[in-house]
């Protein structure tokens, strides 16, 4: 199923923030806990940066493509 997702799918998209979301928990005194690594974030924020980049560079050419219209 994920293999047929695509970056315009905005229910998967939701989804996928939500279980990221959830990945933090909080304890009794509301404090926020990571239940992931320093490691692990440091990787998701890696390929959220490129995956950042991507999207920019592909919002540049649909721009620039539209722009020439």
């Known amino acids: 199923m994920l293999k047929d997702a695509n970056i315009e799918d905005m229910d998967l998209s939701k989804v996928a923030a939500k ?30 940066t490129s995956l950042g980049e991507e999207l920019d560079s592909i919002m540049v050419s649909i721009n620039h493509n539209y722009l020439l219209q």
């Open 19 to 48: 279980a990221l979301h959830n990945l933090a928990v909080k304890d009794s005194q509301g404090d926020t806990l990571l239940v992931w690594s320093n490691e692990h974030l440091s990787k998701l924020d890696e390929i959220l």
